[in-house]
């Protein structure tokens, strides 16, 4: 009975929780009930995980209204692999977010934090599993508002002027999208996906379809932050509230990694995308000079969060290349880091949580020597940087292994040499941290630092064992991703 | 003449250009905000003008088959007026706490201060 509610109840259980917490006006009411809606959002997410395996796609009108005049939520193997990971890095930064956020902003605001939490996370969840394009940007525009909103709150005031840079480039990125479902929707009279993805073929020819395809690809890719498109990105994520950091690092630019899969795979078919737009030799050069321009700028970064930001827009340029290898190999291995990624850098965004919580800041020089008062968190650090590295027995290995794996499939082994270069890049800035936190002497020998308290590190080291487990056993992400890969492809065999 | 037929694409093309070289241009955050809305407002325009059908009825209880305008569209850019309105109001909230931060709303001044 119920279970056949799930695809609304998945958007519209955070969506009520919002205003509610709102009326709550209480820092810890507030926080658990958004805790307990978010884990309940990610139980739902396991079931429609389960239930899209073993039954194929679930297909729900919203308010009972059939597809072409209502909307359709539509949920295959990719989207309910996304709405997993969005609602689960929610969860565990969620119940790492209490203590964290309790010190990092001012109390009468911190309510308001959580409301603007559960919307960001409904149009999340609302982006990836709806099956209709207009619903995309009105879920869109509600997960970027709230996030705007989200960063502002942080006391630094860098994160103001931040959270303004994202708000015009979000509202630019949005308004492409926005004229892109224009075009299409006048050249086929249907704003569902699936109608499209069956239409779009009969009129592929014309240049208003071109042009749709040419500003949803940019405006997207400003969503996701893919380079030269990714200036928001750093200074977003310095400066948001470190919990806010770790969701938007697991969340916001993998769900619209996902819209570039979902509009270059479903609704326009692989075939338009790559071999008549010739998509593929735009985004593999872009990506490449993304990966080692955005990796080589995270060297010279002194303050951490920042560096990860910069690290995050050189991952994504992994992802982009896995897309861009258009096999379904290199489609498993975009998948398969957009999974992979989120644990890692929310991982890694919630150890800086820790250490900020110690000592004030998440600046390179004022870490000096708190790898032996922070043992637990400094640890964490080392696993997770280690993942982003792509050492073996971790997440970061098994997609680094995928996409060399999808390069060597089409005979580009300077491709799999460059990742692999790259990824030494990503050494040299987690060693950079490694170094300053044990091996030099603490900046002021007589402040007292302690290990940070359980209810931060047992979120953050969830987050590292998952990091680990994934790395080692990877029946079920490499699973999904490659029957997710096979569906995108058209190649259901 | 098709060029002319087809001013109301024109004009959306032409305050989109505005919109955003303003959008770019200016380093004052509240001209940047008047830009984001002429930008925005071009594509409302888009909108509203594929909906259209020159002639055509509202489709309300029509007796007997009639052409009208496709009312979707309208629906449609009715939502993104909204978006809109909350990312100006947004906006505008931003540039009031980052005046009282830095006591300036000039880009250049504001880059100034925080390095």
Same mark, same amino acid.
């Given at each position: 009975? *119920?279970?056949?509610?799930?695809?609304?109840?998945?958007?519209?259980?955070? $969506? !009520?929780?919002?205003?509610?917490?709102?009326?709550?006006?209480?820092?810890?009411?507030?926080?658990?009930?958004?805790?307990?809606?978010?884990?309940?959002?990610?139980?739902?997410?396991?079931? $429609?995980?389960?239930?899209? !395996?073993?039954?194929?796609?679930?297909?729900?009108?919203?308010?009972?209204?059939?597809?072409?005049?209502?909307?359709?939520?539509?949920?295959?193997?990719?989207?309910?692999?996304?709405?997993?990971?969005?609602?689960?890095?929610? =969860?565990?930064?969620?119940?790492?977010?209490?203590?964290? *956020?309790?010190?990092?902003?001012?109390?009468?605001?911190?309510? *308001?934090?959580?409301?603007?939490?559960?919307?960001? !996370?409904?149009?999340?969840?609302?982006?990836? *599993?709806?099956?209709?394009?207009?619903?995309?940007?009105?879920?869109?525009?509600?997960?970027s508002l709230?996030?705007y909103?989200?960063?502002?709150?942080?006391?630094?005031?860098?994160?103001?002027?931040?959270a303004f840079r994202y708000l015009v480039l979000g509202t630019?990125?949005?308004?492409?999208?926005?004229?892109?479902? =224009? $075009?299409?929707?006048?050249?086929?009279?249907?704003?569902?996906?699936?109608?499209?993805?069956?239409?779009?073929?009969?009129?592929?020819?014309?240049?208003?379809?071109?042009?749709?395809?040419?500003?949803?690809?940019?405006?997207?890719?400003?969503?996701?932050?893919?380079?030269?498109?990714?200036?928001?990105?750093?200074?977003?994520?310095?400066?948001?509230?470190?919990?806010?950091?770790? +969701?938007?690092?697991?969340?916001?630019?993998?769900?619209?990694?996902?819209?570039?899969?979902?509009?270059?795979?479903?609704?326009?078919?692989?075939?338009?995308?790559?071999?008549?737009?010739?998509?593929?030799?735009?985004?593999?050069?872009?990506?490449?000079?993304?990966?080692?321009?955005?990796?080589?700028?995270?060297?010279?970064?002194?303050?951490?969060?920042?560096?990860?930001?910069?690290?995050?827009?050189?991952?994504?340029?992994?992802?982009?290349?896995?897309?861009?290898?258009?096999?379904?190999?290199?489609?498993?291995?975009?998948?398969?880091?957009?999974?992979?990624?989120? $644990?890692?850098?929310?991982?890694?965004?919630?150890?800086?949580?820790?250490?900020?919580?110690?000592?004030?800041?998440?600046?390179?020089?004022?870490?000096?020597?708190?790898?032996? =008062?922070?043992?637990?968190?400094?640890?964490?650090?080392?696993?997770?940087?280690?993942?982003?590295?792509?050492?073996?027995?971790?997440?970061?290995?098994?997609?680094?292994?995928?996409?060399?794996?999808?390069?060597?499939?089409?005979?580009?082994?300077?491709?799999?040499?460059?990742?692999?270069?790259?990824? +030494? !890049?990503?050494?040299?800035?987690?060693?950079?941290?490694?170094?300053?936190?044990?091996?030099?002497?603490?900046?002021?020998?007589?402040?007292?630092?302690?290990?940070?308290?359980?209810?931060?590190?047992?979120?953050?080291?969830?987050?590292?064992?998952?990091?680990?487990?994934?790395?080692?056993?990877?029946? +079920?992400?490499?699973?999904?991703?490659?029957?997710?890969?096979?569906?995108?492809?058209?190649?259901?065999? | 003449?098709?060029?002319?037929?087809?001013?109301? #694409?024109? @004009?959306?093309?032409?305050?989109?250009? @505005?919109?955003? #070289?303003?959008?770019?241009?200016?380093?004052?955050?509240?001209?940047?905000?008047?830009?984001l809305?002429?930008?925005?407002?071009?594509?409302?325009?888009? #909108?509203?003008?594929?909906?259209?059908?020159?002639?055509?009825?509202?489709?309300?209880?029509?007796?007997?088959?009639?052409?009208?305008?496709?009312?979707?569209?309208?629906?449609?850019?009715?939502?993104?007026?909204?978006?809109?309105?909350?990312t100006?109001?947004l906006g505008?909230?931003l540039?009031?706490?980052? #005046?009282?931060?830095?006591?300036?709303?000039?880009?250049?001044?504001?880059?100034?201060?925080?390095?």
């Open positions: 009975m *119920i279970s056949a509610q799930l695809p609304a109840l998945q958007v519209v259980l955070p $969506l !009520l929780a919002g205003p509610v917490c709102l009326l709550l006006h209480h820092p810890r009411l507030s926080w658990a009930l958004a805790t307990a809606v978010s884990w309940l959002a990610f139980f739902i997410s396991l079931a $429609l995980l389960d239930q899209v !395996l073993s039954s194929g796609t679930i297909v729900y009108a919203l308010g009972g209204w059939a597809a072409p005049w209502g909307i359709e939520y539509r949920v295959d193997e990719i989207n309910a692999f996304v709405l997993l990971i969005v609602s689960g890095i929610s =969860a565990i930064t969620l119940a790492f977010a209490r203590n964290s *956020i309790e010190y990092e902003i001012r109390a009468e605001r911190i309510h *308001i934090l959580y409301t603007g939490w559960m919307l960001c !996370l409904t149009g999340l969840l609302g982006i990836t *599993i709806t099956g209709d394009v207009f619903n995309v940007f009105v879920f869109l525009e509600i997960a709230s996030s909103l989200l960063i502002s709150l942080s006391r630094d005031p860098r994160s103001l002027t931040a630019i990125g949005a308004t492409f999208i926005l004229i892109g479902i =224009a $075009l299409l929707y006048v050249m086929t009279g249907t704003l569902n996906m699936f109608d499209l993805s069956q239409r779009i073929a009969g009129v592929s020819d014309s240049r208003t379809v071109k042009t749709a395809f040419i500003f949803l690809s940019v405006g997207i890719a400003l969503k996701a932050a893919v380079f030269p498109l990714h200036l928001w990105l750093p200074n977003a994520y310095a400066y948001a509230p470190s919990a806010v950091s770790a +969701l938007f690092a697991g969340t916001a630019t993998k769900v619209a990694v996902y819209l570039l899969f979902r509009f270059f795979f479903t609704v326009f078919d692989p075939q338009f995308s790559f071999d008549v737009m010739q998509l593929d030799r735009l985004l593999l050069p872009l990506a490449l000079v993304g990966v080692f321009v955005a990796s080589v700028t995270a060297i010279f970064q002194t303050d951490v969060k920042r560096m990860l930001g910069y690290s995050s827009v050189a991952q994504i340029g992994y992802m982009v290349i896995g897309m861009s290898l258009v096999s379904v190999l290199g489609v498993t291995a975009g998948i398969l880091h957009l999974f992979n990624h989120a $644990l890692m850098k929310a991982a890694l965004f919630v150890v800086l949580g820790c250490v900020v919580f110690r000592i004030g800041s998440a600046r390179l020089e004022d870490m000096a020597g708190i790898g032996r =008062a922070m043992p637990w968190t400094a640890g964490a650090f080392v696993i997770g940087g280690l993942s982003l590295v792509g050492v073996p027995l971790t997440v970061g290995f098994i997609s680094k292994w995928y996409l060399i794996l999808a390069a060597l499939e089409h005979g580009w082994w300077w491709l799999a040499a460059l990742v692999l270069i790259s990824s +030494l !890049l990503a050494l040299v800035y987690i060693w950079r941290v490694i170094e300053v936190i044990y091996f030099q002497p603490p900046s002021d020998p007589s402040r007292e630092i302690a290990e940070a308290p359980a209810t931060l590190l047992i979120p953050t080291w969830l987050l590292i064992v998952a990091n680990v487990y994934f790395g080692i056993d990877t029946s +079920l992400t490499v699973g999904v991703a490659e029957r997710a890969a096979r569906l995108l492809m058209g190649d259901a065999s | 003449m098709e060029i002319f037929g087809l001013y109301n #694409y024109w @004009i959306v093309v032409v305050l989109m250009m @505005i919109g955003l #070289y303003v959008v770019v241009a200016s380093g004052n955050l509240i001209k940047k905000i008047v830009g809305n002429i930008f925005q407002t071009s594509v409302f325009i888009l #909108y509203i003008s594929i909906g259209k059908l020159r002639g055509g009825t509202a489709p309300i209880l029509l007796e007997e088959p009639a052409a009208y305008s496709n009312p979707l569209p309208h629906v449609l850019i009715l939502t993104a007026i909204v978006v809109g309105v909350a100006t109001a505008l909230a540039a009031v706490r980052i #005046y009282g931060a830095y006591g300036t709303i000039e880009e250049e001044e504001i880059e100034e201060q925080e390095n």
